[in-house]
């Protein structure tokens, strides 16, 4: 236990280690949340399930098989599309995973938009992308993961690109899972000379036991605290109520609610709620994020798992 | 927008299933009640008092901690179960408070007020949530049965369900640890029950994995050694004569990866067609493996009721066989009531346990033909198996493969027109599972192919003759009986081909050129009908070494039901894809007195039987499964008094 906690300072200083420098975060995709459902329960993902916990932790690929393909839009101004997939290659789970994030940079002093900014459309094209390969294994009754990803952004017609890492590891504690993962470690990228910094966080979360409510409805909950390279501390947490009417129906309900950056004028809505509805394997996900300024984000994904 | 929730409410009832239920049967073959004997399933004359017996130290039953009035000692299971991981097994000793080096031996019981001795029966739940605690939920069965003179003791194993696997023995080898310390009761000088308990006449009864449990303690119970480790050595040897199993498993455990073997004890298994966790009468396995062999006076029953599930007969568990959430999964709609079910559990276990170990033969009817209690019994369907130990059998088909014989030397089989004619195993409901039991399948049609869609053929007909050897053997006589079982399937082979008229001249094999052959009619249109849910009708024609032949409708011993579908998923369609059948194919046995058919034609010699005909003659065409056919010197006393 001493051990463990010993773990978690040192990575939280990891993430913590550059915050002094002030620098801009970039890409601006990897500040999206990767996935529609962990949208809908406030980013809180670290200790979810299914192929887009990729994006959040590598560890828990080990969990369960699927593929997703998500598309997300900004008030009519930006798109994200993501598509991962996860499944078993021998004793291991292997993963990967495309984020594009195409928008419309706005006129600033800085190269590097941040999510709030993506309901507005400005006057150049940009783009964010990252590509993700993953593997998972478990090792006494602990999963690990690992994640390799390339990441690019332009900006008109500069750009850079890099490569990022990420690390994970979950377990079950009962019926729950506890995740930790640090995520975006590597160099940043620089775009006209303007350094900017891989978005490097540490999160801890945790999925609960699924609750039978009563006979066809069931209650579960996640929460997670990421410390980011610059010091915030951003906690999230969300919700799911579950109706199974008839064994494979599926309907969910979610609502979520986490920490977002306040901007001057405009701002992501730190709520968000959103609905899945499963057929056996097939999933439809919906997640609905208010903005303060102009539109709204709507994600939508359809899932195999 | 408004349409779109409709919309997904017509989608989500398409994909549930409808609630199809069988057409009961019961006002006609439940009718009557032609047995004359007290109601078992009623209260008995005796006062009733209960107790606990324990550890005295239990971390989670209170009732084991602080209410014991008999202490007892634990004992070591460990090599009769484990956790399938260390992980478990510590989390398991931690909720518990003990490993399965320190099991403890608890009981609640339920006694009569007097001085005996009283027969011991003990009930031992199966799996099942272990923090929700089973053995609470037969006392509805512990107050009818001290009411009746019983003690009987629900046994608590609790510590045994949840996660593990194949410890069927452990559960098994825990009942005969029950044994012992009840054999320190009764010998102990200061104990309550000294002298009160009839250690000679016990009763095991088991519900799900206990009902495998009852049968691996019988089969311990005349062990010198534990068959998987032998440096474990048995000295049990208690006077086990009853054995009841409910809705059991069966193969969980197997000694020395063999099925369990049973001889020489009187066995009774129950089962529901809508069992949502044991989905298959897989209790029937064990009943086929029951043997009788030292010429006591055994008898081994199978009653499949319609309609039950795995979990009303007892009160804990009730009718969600999956847990909390079975109504998500399972089509709990066409249950009977709990009630109802349990009253089926009270007429049959009390009957059995006075007729097996206060020797009341008058309930023995019961246990060979359900329509004798019609009163007695809740109204829906019923298929009883039957066998005691005045049996032969002349044909089981599980011998060798060939169907021209029987299973003694001496006895041949022959077969008329038809279409079906072959032997096989018995199959279970669930895929890739059978009864181990084998069987012969009989299809017939006895119209003629054409145009002509009444004309019939001579009807169809299977022959078993038997040599002087057997009868003689045997002592088939005017006192003895056929027996056999039954059941249909939903097979129905295609008209027979007219036979060909052998004395007109074959025109084709004349010089010249071939004649033209008739256009041959239009094949009529196919109109769908509804499967025919009317019991088949067949005869049973026995002959004399005089040639006086005698000839009874099968109908007078029972009905032969149509096979019933059963659906006990709630999602449509998951039966047909997760079941190999869904119907469970329970052959009925039929009792049939060699003197019935000497009634029917008074030249009838039953001592010089020679031939039995299964005559297919009061159904057009069908197909049934045959087993078990035998000649039995039956005791008088499982006929109703009017057939004695």
Redesign the interface.
């Known amino acids: 236990m001493r051990r463990a906690g010993t773990i978690l300072s040192a990575l939280l200083t990891l993430a913590g280690a550059a915050s002094a420098q002030d620098h801009d975060q970039t890409p601006l995709v990897l500040l999206l949340p990767g996935g529609t459902r962990a949208l809908g329960v406030g980013n809180a993902f670290v200790a979810g399930r299914g192929s887009e916990v990729l994006f959040y932790n590598p560890a828990q690929m080990f969990i369960i098989r699927g593929t997703t393909l998500s598309v997300e839009r900004f008030g009519g101004a930006s798109t994200l599309g993501t598509l991962s997939t996860v499944g078993p290659f021998g004793k291991v789970y292997l993963g990967a995973g495309v984020q594009y994030l195409d928008y419309h940079k706005g006129i600033g002093s800085s190269f590097y938009s941040l999510p709030a900014d993506l309901t507005f459309r400005g006057p150049t094209n940009a783009s964010s992308a990252a590509a993700t390969v993953a593997l998972a294994v478990r090792w006494k ?1 602990v999963r690990f993961g690992a994640a390799g990803k390339y990441v690019e952004e332009h900006v008109g017609d500069l750009r850079d690109g890099g490569l990022a890492f990420d690390l994970g590891a979950a377990r079950d504690i009962g019926r729950g899972t506890l995740g930790l993962s640090v995520q975006n470690i590597g160099k940043g990228l620089e775009i006209l000379g303007q350094p900017g910094d891989l978005p490097t966080r540490v999160t801890l979360g945790a999925a609960l036991p699924s609750i ?1 409510v009563s ?2 409805f ?1 209650f579960t909950g996640f929460a997670a605290v990421s410390r980011e390279r610059d010091g915030r501390i951003v906690p999230g947490a969300g919700v799911e109520l579950i109706y ?6 599926t309907v969910i309900g979610r609502a979520g609610a986490r920490r977002v950056r306040d901007l001057p004028g405009r701002a992501e809505s730190p709520v968000t709620l959103g609905g899945s509805f499963g057929l056996d394997r097939l999933w439809l996900d919906y997640t609905f994020q208010p903005y303060r300024g102009p539109g709204s984000a709507h994600r939508i994904a359809i899932r195999i798992q | 927008m408004p349409r779109l929730p409709l919309v997904c409410l017509l989608v ?1 009832s398409a ?2 299933q409808p609630l199809r239920l069988a057409r009961d049967d019961s006002p006609t073959v439940l009718a009557h009640q032609s047995l004359r004997a007290p109601n078992p399933a009623e209260r008995g004359s005796y006062q009733v008092r209960t107790m606990y017996y324990g550890s005295g130290r239990d971390k989670r039953r209170a009732v084991f901690r602080d209410s014991v009035t008999l202490r007892t000692q634990v004992v070591n299971g460990s090599k009769f179960a484990t956790a399938p991981t260390p ?1 478990l097994g510590r989390d398991r000793k931690k909720y518990w408070g003990f490993g399965f080096d320190s099991l403890p031996v608890n009981g609640r019981v339920w006694y009569p007020e007097g001085n005996g001795p009283f027969p011991l029966v003990l009930i031992v739940h199966g799996n099942h949530n272990m923090k929700q605690f089973s053995d609470p939920g037969y006392g509805y069965l512990g107050e009818l049965l001290a009411s009746r003179g019983f003690i009987l003791v629900s046994v608590d194993e609790n510590f045994l369900n949840g996660n593990i696997r194949g410890e069927n023995d452990a559960r098994g080898w825990m009942l005969l640890q029950h044994l012992k310390v009840w054999k320190r009761f009764n010998d102990s000088a200061g104990s309550p029950f000294h002298n009160r308990v009839d250690l000679g006449n016990i009763g095991l009864m088991g519900h799900s994995r206990g009902g495998e449990a009852v049968a691996v303690a019988a089969a311990f119970n005349r062990l010198s050694h534990y068959p998987d480790d032998a440096t474990i050595s048995f000295d049990f040897k208690f006077g086990i004569r009853a054995l009841v199993a409910i809705a059991p498993i069966d193969g969980q455990y197997e000694p020395a990866n063999r099925p369990t073997p049973l001889e020489n004890v009187n066995y009774l298994v129950i089962h529901g067609s809508h069992d949502g966790d044991v989905s298959s009468f897989s209790g029937l396995r064990q009943y086929s493996r029951i043997r009788f062999t030292d010429g006591q006076p055994w008898f081994k029953s199978a009653v499949w009721m319609y309609r039950a599930n795995h979990g009303q007969w007892n009160t804990v568990w009730g009718n969600k066989d999956g847990g ?6 399972l089509d709990l709609r066409g249950l009977v009531p709990e009630e109802a079910q349990r009253q089926m559990a009270r007429v049959y276990l009390s009957g059995f346990l006075e007729a097996t170990l206060k020797g009341k033969k008058e309930y023995l009817p019961i246990f060979r033909d359900h329509r004798v209690i019609g009163e007695w019994l809740p109204k829906t369907m019923y298929v009883t198996r039957f066998q005691e130990s005045g049996y032969h059998a002349v044909a089981n088909f599980g011998e060798d493969v060939e169907v021209g014989t029987g299973s003694v030397p001496g006895v041949t089989i022959a077969a008329e027109s038809l279409a079906t004619w072959k032997e096989g195993v018995i199959p279970l409901r669930w895929q890739n599972a059978n009864t181990g039991h084998y069987g012969v399948w009989l299809g017939w049609n006895n119209r003629i192919a054409g145009t002509d869609t009444t004309k019939t053929g001579k009807a169809a007909s299977y022959t078993l003759s038997v040599g002087d050897s057997v009868r003689t053997a045997w002592q088939i006589g005017g006192g003895s009986a056929l027996v056999f079982s039954m059941a249909p399937t939903a097979a129905t082979p295609g008209p027979r081909a007219a036979a060909k008229d052998t004395t007109k001249k074959d025109s084709t094999k004349t010089a010249g050129p071939k004649p033209r052959a008739p256009k041959p009619p239009p094949t009529p249109k196919k109109v769908p009908t509804a499967a025919d849910s009317l019991p088949l009708e067949i005869s049973i024609e026995a002959v004399d070494a005089g040639g006086t032949s005698a000839r009874i409708p099968l109908s007078r011993y029972g009905v032969l039901r149509r096979p019933i579908e059963v659906t006990v ?3 449509k369609g ?1 039966d047909k894809s997760n079941f190999a059948s869904q119907a469970e194919l329970i052959p009925q046995t039929y009792v049939v007195p060699l003197a019935d058919f000497r009634a029917a034609a008074p030249g009838f010699d039953p001592a010089r039987i020679v031939t039995v005909r299964w005559v297919f003659d009061g159904t057009r065409a069908g197909t049934v499964l045959l087993t078990d056919i035998g000649f039995s010197n039956i005791d008088p006393a499982f006929l109703i008094p009017e057939r004695r």
């Open positions: 009754g039978l006979s066809y069931d199974q009417p008839v064994e494979g129906w | 989500l994909c549930v992980a909390p959430a079975s109504p998500r999964f998923l709630r999602r998951r």
